[in-house]
């Protein structure tokens, strides 16, 4: 469900905004094809076809509606505005022109299967006077996939890793490609010292599905949705401290 913003009455992202969004394209095309097989059955001699094409007219005119209100254009529009009427509120924060992902956090955070195609709704803030930045990823599969685009939150930060790669699942998926990076399981080494404090302090944060991962001197947690300016504080308050318990 949307939320709204007190101070301005406007309605802001959900909570699960990006599967609401990605959802607009099937669900339309499910319910039209069952209303046109409800329709092809209810109906009788020459009134068949002309409420099969009803039905359909309307399914294609009220997924495009979908599409407008609420599909992955519009909810970009209502995170961007969210975050700048946030930004506004938050010293030193400032929200950026969308482009191109850092290579470095793609590389570290990136999901086996997937591109990055943009980085966008970017906000740049510090969290205790440590710079941490925060956008929404636009995924599209690797060629010979038919998946459609994905979004993913993502929030990270500069940290003294040194050599080290390591990963913190958060929440628990069958479906390795949501949020793991693709170098999991054959890129990682042995756990440091601090693992186990990151771990713990990880062990606090709630949050959906999302992987937290260490390496290249930096700290990036990629998240399966979620994009609330509250969320990404709590995501970027966790950031910092792992940042910290990493030198």
């Not at 009803?54 to 599409?67: F, K, R, S, T, Y």
């Not at 009427?85 to 956090?105: C, Q, Y």
């Not at 949050?207 to 991962?213: E, F, I, M, R, S």
């Not at 700290?219 to 300016?229: E, G, H, M, Y």
Request: proline content about 6%; hydrophobic content about 50%; glycine content about 10%.
């Amino acid at each position: 469900m949307p939320s709204a913003d007190p101070g301005s009455g406007a309605v802001g992202p959900g909570r699960r905004a990006w599967t609401a969004a990605g959802a607009a394209v099937p669900v339309s095309a499910v319910a039209t094809i069952a209303g046109c097989a409800a329709a092809a059955g209810l109906a009788r001699g020459t009134a068949q076809p002309v409420a099969v094409v009803a039905v359909l007219v309307a399914g294609v005119l009220g997924g495009l509606l979908w599409q407008r209100v609420a599909g992955p254009e519009a909810t970009h529009r209502r995170v961007a505005s969210a975050r700048a009427a946030w930004a506004r509120t938050w010293g030193g924060a400032a929200l950026e022109h969308d482009g191109a992902a850092d290579p470095r956090d793609v590389a570290l955070a990136l999901p086996r299967g997937w591109q990055v195609e943009a980085a966008r709704g970017r906000l740049r803030f510090a969290v205790a006077s440590v710079p941490v930045r925060s956008e929404t990823w636009v995924l599209r599969a690797v060629p010979g996939s038919r998946r459609a685009r994905v979004r993913r939150e993502v929030v990270a930060a500069s940290a003294s890793t040194g050599a080290v790669r390591v990963r913190v699942p958060i929440g628990s998926t069958a479906d390795s490609m949501l949020v793991t990076p693709a170098w999991a399981g054959r890129g990682e080494t042995p756990d440091p010292a601090w693992l186990a404090a990151v771990r713990e302090r990880v062990a606090r944060h709630e949050d959906l599905l999302a992987a937290l991962t260490i390496g290249d001197d930096r700290v990036v947690l990629l998240a399966l949705d979620d994009p609330r300016p509250a969320t990404t504080v709590a995501r970027a308050n966790l950031v910092r401290d792992v940042a910290a318990l990493v030198r």
